[in-house]
């Protein structure tokens, strides 16, 4: 995918498709931390939050849902920021155009909690010995949502589409390297040499270099034939913003209507390969309001709230909610601007690190429903270690750290080189973590020798300074990571992405190579292992936290499953409507 798959969205996206997290591990000085002990630094000892465990805590008092809920029947609600109205899957900007279209396109590939692939509409795949070919086999009987077949072609189409010159999308097919790719996409190809559709349900495809993001990229959501390419010529894909609010998909449930600022409204699919749903619509809400309230009343039945232990009394106050703890697979962090002359040196940035205290800022902000962050992945990923990287907070190493690289205390405690104080900006957007990090921060590096100097603006407005490389430190969080390349990605010299300006290193790129040039999960484990020990002597961001997602559910709807990857997505096939009075 393209860089933008690193994007960074606001670290409050509560919804149940994008969501964000935070975690931790190891110190600078070799021990190993525990975010459910005591966390011992150069500046004493202090014991820690304990951290929240994921849980499924089911309602003590069902019988208390809202008649509101109850009287809906087999129509189940919930709860979604208003979307950009984009449905066609790989065309959208808005990642809730996302969220709406999974409700409708499963993927061939999809993925389940801890990050594995695992079956979706291709019952199975086969990946040549040399890793180069992918043979995707499509379940029996599969048909779109209008009762029509879905077969190779269809998948054909797809990636045709994706290489056409004029797609301008977010998705990279180029990445995955289809023989004849290119060819079709800069020149005359009439078609992409290396897509062999072998019979209905089977087709083929050559690439020419190994890349672990090539099964899910070649194998995900799926556009109709004959539908989304009645009208296709190559170097031309206008056509399609006629259909982007008139989707047909094969998923679950089937779209009905959309009413901007109300709601988008899908029934059960006949059609669906795994069986009609039980539940016989499916709306998302996005009227304005306060979704704490709406789910309370009985407008919603499933609701995300921030995470914290005052949100989990509420819920829980409530009765008739069945609560998810989950943790997410994105994390925050705040990234260093490299082209500054002050983070040139490794030893400066590993001192930012140690000289903040973020135990006790994620602490303070989550109430436990969060960890400190130790590499660029979350504990949820089979790609995590906790013997590598720090979560420690200590003061008197971050001294000499900046004492070797040169910058010495000055009259007034603040630091200096060559007749420069060690003054750096940090921009960060208003409100959330934002607000318990500043002071803590502040108190952390001046007690370090830093002029620590803070803004706050709206997001839209940091991601523009950000851009023209106004700062110096930068908080942002990633979207969910559905695969642990994408929290690395952005750290390549060859990376778009304005969050690391200037971050280049060539042993870094070849680390980060290695992670996607093999298809065995655990040679990849050892090659991001390998990776996160050398982004420890030489840190591109100070990483915050992993959060947990605190989610609840009307009891009288069984079925929800999220998990940090899909959000609830993967599970809204299984939904179904009970009687909470018997």
């Not at 995900?220 to 913003?241: A, F, P, R, T």
């Not at 009609?276 to 996005?286: C, D, L, R, S």
């Not at 007749?419 to 960060?428: H, I, P, Q, R, S």
């Not at 870094?508 to 996607?516: E, G, M, N, P, V």
Request: aromatic share 10%.
């Amino acid at each position: 995918m393209k860089s933008n798959k690193f994007m960074i969205l606001l670290s409050i996206l509560i919804l149940s498709f994008v969501l964000v997290a935070c975690g931790g591990d190891k110190n600078a000085t070799g021990s190993k931390g525990n975010q459910d002990s005591n966390s011992n630094t150069e500046t004493g000892s202090k014991t820690s939050v304990n951290t929240v465990e994921d849980a499924r805590i089911e309602a003590e008092n069902p019988a208390a849902s809202p008649q509101l809920a109850i009287n809906r029947g087999d129509t189940v609600v919930v709860g979604l920021q208003e979307p950009g109205g984009v449905f066609t899957p790989y065309f959208n900007t808005s990642g809730y155009d996302g969220n709406v279209q999974s409700v409708m396109f499963p993927p061939l590939v999809d993925i389940n909690e801890v990050g594995e692939p695992v079956p979706g509409l291709a019952e199975k795949w086969d990946i040549s010995e040399d890793g180069l070919t992918y043979t995707y086999t499509l379940r029996d009987g599969l048909l779109f949502d209008n009762g029509t077949p879905f077969t190779a072609e269809d998948v054909e189409f797809t990636l045709t589409l994706l290489h056409d010159p004029s797609y301008g999308g977010g998705t990279d097919i180029t990445e995955a390297k289809v023989v004849g790719g290119l060819d079709y996409k800069e020149g005359d190809a009439t078609e992409i040499s290396g897509i062999n559709v072998i019979d209905e349900k089977t087709i083929e495809i050559t690439t020419e270099e190994v890349n672990a993001q090539s099964l899910r990229l070649l194998g995900g959501q799926i556009l109709q034939k004959d539908y989304y390419g009645k009208d296709y010529k190559k170097g031309d894909l206008d056509y399609l913003n006629a259909l982007h609010l008139k989707p047909v998909g094969a998923g679950p449930f089937r779209f009905v209507d959309y009413l901007p600022g109300q709601e988008i409204r899908y029934e059960a699919n006949e059609h669906y390969y795994d069986g009609k749903p039980e539940v016989a619509q499916f709306i998302y809400k996005t009227t304005e309001g306060d979704s704490q309230q709406f789910f309370q009343t009985g407008e919603l039945d499933y609701s995300a709230l921030a995470a914290n232990q005052d949100n989990f009394e509420f819920l829980q106050a409530l009765g008739f909610a069945d609560i998810n703890v989950y943790t997410s697979s994105a994390y925050s962090y705040m990234s260093f601007n490299h082209e500054k002359e002050i983070f040139k040196d490794p030893k400066v940035r590993q001192a930012f690190i140690l000289g903040l205290d973020r135990q006790t800022i994620i602490d303070a902000h989550f109430q436990g429903y969060a960890q400190v962050a130790n590499v660029p992945v979350s504990p949820t990923s089979w790609a995590y270690s906790d013997e590598i990287g720090t979560t420690a907070y200590d003061l008197e190493k971050a001294k000499q750290l900046l004492e070797e690289a040169g910058w010495t205390e000055g009259s007034d405690g603040i630091r200096e080189k060559d007749g420069e104080k060690l003054k750096v900006y940090y921009f960060t957007s208003s409100g959330g973590l934002g607000d318990t990090l500043i002071p803590i921060a502040k108190e952390n590096y001046k007690e370090l020798g830093i002029d620590f100097q803070v803004e706050q603006m709206d997001f839209n407005a940091l991601l523009a300074r950000v851009d023209k490389g106004d700062h110096d430190i930068a908080s942002f969080s990633t979207t969910m990571l559905t695969d642990p390349y994408f929290g690395v990605q952005g750290f390549h010299s060859k990376s778009t992405s304005a969050t690391f300006k200037g971050y280049a290193n060539d042993e870094i790129d070849a680390l980060i190579d290695a992670t996607i040039a093999t298809n065995d999960i655990d040679e990849r484990t050892e090659a991001f292992h390998e990776l996160y020990k050398a982004l420890e002597e030489n840190p591109p961001a100070i990483y915050l936290g992993y959060t947990k997602v605190l989610s609840g559910v009307n009891a009288r709807v069984e079925g929800f499953e999220p998990n940090g990857y899909r959000g609830i997505a993967s599970s809204l096939k299984n939904l179904k409507v009970v009687d909470v009075n018997n």
